[in-house]
Each structure stands twice: as C-alpha cells, then as structure tokens.
C-alpha cells in the first residue's frame, strides 16, 4: 500500500510540474486579497487574452473587487492611482507620459475627467522590457496623508509584451498598474518604434493601434498632473487633436458636465451626479448640526444646574461629566476663555477640516460644500439658516421624487 503510493509519487510530481510550466495568467487564487469570489470574466475570455475585466465593469479587475465606486470614491480612487503610479515610476526610474483621456484631463486642468474610470498611460520598449524584468507582480504599499487607510498598488506585465505585432489584438495592453483594494487601473501601453513603418524612420506603433511620429512625442515635457510631477508628449496638442478632434479640447458641455472656467473645473450638472454630491454634502451638514445641537443641549443642562444650583448639590459626579471644558468653574482654567465665545471653541476648526494643503484643489461642488459648512460652524443664526434652506431643499426634492 505504502509502497504503491510512493512510486506514483514521481508520476504525481510530474504532473503537477506539468501544469506550472504551462503559460497562465495571474489568476484569482494567486492574488487574492479579501474577495471569496472572483469576478473577473475570465470564463468568457479568449484563452490567450491576459488582462480580464470584471463581469460588473471593464474598468475593473474582478479580482479585487466585486462593484463599481460612487462619483466621488472612484475620483478619489483614481486621482491616488495616477499619483502612486507616476511617484513610483519616477522613482524606480520608468520613462512614462499621459495619453489618450488623461492626457485630455490634463489639457483642461491637469484632473482626471471626473466622467472617467480608467487612465492611460505609455511607456518606452526599453521601459517595458525594465518592468518585465524587475517589477512584475511587484506590491507596492502606499501610506500617504492622501491614503491614510493605506493601499496596496501592483505593477503586473502581460507576458505578451514581447509580442511586438499589432495582429495580437488580445494583448494589446501590455501592463496594468492596479489598485489591489478598488480594482480599478491604469492601463499602460507601450510605443515601439516600427522599422517596417510605410512612412519610414522615427515611427512609433502601439499594440492598440495608435502610431505616432517621434517628434510628436519626444522629448517629453514635464508637467504636473493631479498635483504629481508628470510628463506629456512634447506635441501634446497635436496629438490630442489627432485623437479627440478639435471640439474636444475646446466644448465645455461633455459627458453630463460643464467646465467652469472660473474654478478651472468640470461640474457635473446631470442628475445623478449631482444627487451623489448632495447627499454627501447633506450628509456633512447634518453633521455639523448635530454637533451644534449637542452643544446647545450641554449648555442648556448646564445653564439648568446653575439655575438649580441652590436646591442641588454639585458634588453629584454625573452631573459635573456632561460640563463642557470651557464653562468649568474659573478657578481651574488653563486657558484664558475665547474671544469668539464658548460656541465655537467646542467646533472642530477649519484647519482640523481641511486636507492638507496639497489636496486642497477639491473641486467646486466641495468647496461649496466647505463654504457652506464653515458658515454653518460660525454662527448659531446662518446655521439655522442654512438648516432651513437643507429642510427646503429636502423637501423640494421630496416632492420631486414623487412625481
Ligand atoms: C507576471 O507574473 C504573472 C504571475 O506569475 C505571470 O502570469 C506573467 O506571465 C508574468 N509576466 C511576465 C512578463 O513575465
Ligand atoms: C508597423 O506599421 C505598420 C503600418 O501601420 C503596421 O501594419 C505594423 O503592424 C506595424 N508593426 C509593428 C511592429 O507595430
């Protein structure tokens, strides 16, 4: 018995040797993080195609997630994308510049488009031949005070890279650069130079189809792009006009958006954006005014017991608790009392509000929203105020639900 099962060992081993060495994605089991389940459409894909998309979004590797992100968490998500990718490639010493729709968000204000859920970016032959080399399947943590949660980001190459042919149309994204906790990429293409051009020297092919001359491309030009250092073809305009055609570097009016140029933003005006940014805006107010009443109501317990204080004894430890720190009996007070008065001491400031500073290029509709809360913090009169106009506008749009 045990003799038998040891000399089918070797026959064992060579099968699963076997199943190594055969050529295969990097598939859910070998990555997984949280998931249980893979979503990624791998069943349906052809069997020589890498890169899977998820069955819910082609923009997202199924791998890592199971459903698309809100307006709002997928600009974030995408802005940290770009942000670790480029610190990341600068540092390990990577050529890569923006294309196609990034590079078109970076033309009106160096933003991702806020209607987007990918980036694209390309690479130099030699570049891709490095990550290949040296950086395939490679984790990268970052914790930043952008990402203070922390995110894991994977860098992963399509072996096919070195397939240089146009004809193979399953791999014509040659490496992703994946956020292991949204699933959302960049997809990273690169340009080769083609010697069997029709139009001679200093041509440059992508698997995807795109050519360019070199010149358009090269030298590159340094830029920033969502606050990161960045680079973008030297003839950047040109390209983007090949791409997009003229109207896109020049209509206001895109994709449910309006680009104010005043707050060099694009604002979404179609409903459902704009829902999204309202809940979350009420949401933040509601917050606020649940502070204040909190507030209100200690001080009124408090203003109650200074009234009671004769019948009451003080010495009651559960009423002493509730005290805000500011209206504490003089004789122990570290601090001289606030000019502004108790009422705002208690507020978290603006300073404890805002992103740090290089984040604080939020778009319009959140700086409204911080308008609109800093008023709310500052005095008891705007902030009822402002609740009555939330109540009104809540009620509006009850009413407009319901027909
Ligand atoms: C990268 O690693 C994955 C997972 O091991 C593998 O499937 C893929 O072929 C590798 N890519 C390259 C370029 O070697
Ligand atoms: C070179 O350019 C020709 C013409 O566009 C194209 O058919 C061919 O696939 C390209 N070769 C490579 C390696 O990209």
């Given at each position: 018995m045990r003799l038998s099962w040891l000399l089918s060992l070797p026959a064992v081993l060579t099968v699963a040797s076997a199943i190594a060495i055969e050529k295969r994605d990097a598939d859910f089991l070998s990555?997984?993080?949280?998931?249980?389940?893979?979503?990624?459409g791998r069943r349906g894909d052809?069997?020589?195609?890498y890169f899977h998309e998820s069955v819910f979004h082609p923009h997202y590797d199924g791998r890592f997630a199971d459903h698309q992100l809100g307006y709002r968490e997928r600009k974030q998500a995408l802005s940290n994308l770009i942000q670790t990718y480029l610190a990341t490639m600068s540092d390990i010493g990577v050529e890569t510049w923006l294309m196609h729709g990034t590079l078109l968000g970076w033309w009106w204000n160096?933003?991702?488009?806020?209607?987007?859920?990918d980036s694209d970016v390309q690479v130099s032959e030699s570049s891709i031949h490095y990550l290949a080399s040296y950086y395939n399947m490679t984790v990268f943590h970052y914790k930043t005070p952008r990402i203070p949660e922390g995110r894991d980001y994977m860098m992963e190459i399509n072996?096919?890279?070195?397939?240089?042919?146009?004809?193979d149309k399953l791999n014509v994204i040659d490496a992703r650069w994946v956020?292991?906790?949204?699933?959302l990429f960049i997809d990273i293409t690169t340009a080769r130079y083609n010697s069997?051009?029709?139009?001679?020297?200093g041509m440059l092919s992508c698997k995807d189809g795109h050519e360019y001359r070199d010149t358009y491309i090269f030298p590159l030009r340094e830029t920033f792009f969502e606050g990161t250092p960045a680079k973008i073809p030297f003839a950047y305009k040109e390209v983007l006009e090949a791409e997009y055609k003229q109207k896109a570097l020049t209509l206001v009016d895109f994709e449910g958006h309006h680009f104010d140029e005043d707050k060099l933003e694009w604002i979404p005006v179609n409903k459902k954006y704009i829902a999204d940014a309202k809940n979350k805006a009420d949401e933040k107010k509601a917050k606020a005014q649940e502070e204040q009443k909190k507030e209100k109501l200690a001080q009124d317990k408090k203003a109650e017991e200074q009234k009671n204080q004769g019948q009451q004894?003080?010495?009651e430890p559960g009423k002493q608790a509730p005290v805000a720190p500011e209206q504490?009996?003089?004789?122990?007070?570290?601090e001289p009392p606030?000019?502004?008065?108790?009422?705002?001491?208690?507020q978290p400031t603006k300073a404890d509000q805002l992103p740090p500073p290089e984040q604080q290029n939020v778009d319009a509709q959140k700086a409204k929203e911080e308008e609109a809360r800093i008023a709310t913090l500052k005095a008891g009169e705007e902030e009822r105020k402002v609740k009555e106009a939330a109540e009104r506008e809540q009620e509006q749009e009850r009413q407009g639900g319901k027909r």
């Open positions: 990555v997984r993080t949280k998931m249980h389940k893979d979503m990624s052809p069997k020589d195609k160096r933003k991702i488009l806020p209607w987007d859920s072996p096919h890279y070195s397939n240089r042919e146009q004809t956020d292991t906790t949204s699933g069997t051009h029709p139009s001679g020297e004894a003080l010495s504490q009996p003089e004789t122990n007070q570290a606030k000019p502004d008065g108790p009422q705002v001491v208690k």
